[in-house]
């Protein structure tokens, strides 16, 4: 069976092992910078930053390398994407495993015209949002969907109702987001190419792959 793209988390993600210590995500920013002849600098945002992770594999056996190898090589082809979650932040700080969030599944409430804040319904009572934390949520018109990956900024908990106070999330909400779309708090995750030129094979021996790398970038399209 052909695989389908954008690759889920199940297909690609989730056969990872991550090496402990790789680096963060990182925001890339699309900003102009000029200055004034005071010599104070002027900025502006040309476009939303998107977000970027170089990703270090742990060393292993060489069967089990050659597979993740084979999907490497595949998804190098221009074109192909995939859902990628970050490893340190799979869940909230305060439910680790899920197993809190169980089975709920959280929708926007309230997107404020500000485009920095909103509230999210559906949670347990008292469910606790870290700032550090990190939701995604799907936004843009039918049949052009497009995946939105935030860092929450405030500390909040959810009310008896399951709907939380307003909170702050960066980056800026893009435009399409609609209040009743589903929020993702469980393995939230960005659609992603890998990037041009990032990919490293790694070396082998007789038993094991090491250093197996590859730089992933968020697509927006």
Known sequence: MAWEYPLSLADFYDRLRVAI???NWQLMRNDQT????SGQPLSAELASPLWTLPV????MGNDEADHILAMLEMLCHPGRKFYFSNPKREYPAADPSGATLGAATPTLHT???N???LRITGLPNGYRLTVGDMLAFDYGPSGQKRRALHRVTETVSALSSGVTPTFEVFPHIRAGALVGDPVFLAKPAILA???PGS???GTADTVNTHGVAFDIIQRLI
């Open 21 to 23: 210590g790789s680096p």
């Open 34 to 37: 000029s200055g004034l002849g």
């Open 56 to 59: 270090q594999l742990v060393s």
């Open 111 to 113: 997107i404020a015209a």
């Open 115 to 117: 485009n920095r804040q």
């Open 193 to 195: 190419s890998v990037m």
């Open 199 to 201: 990919f490293n094979p």
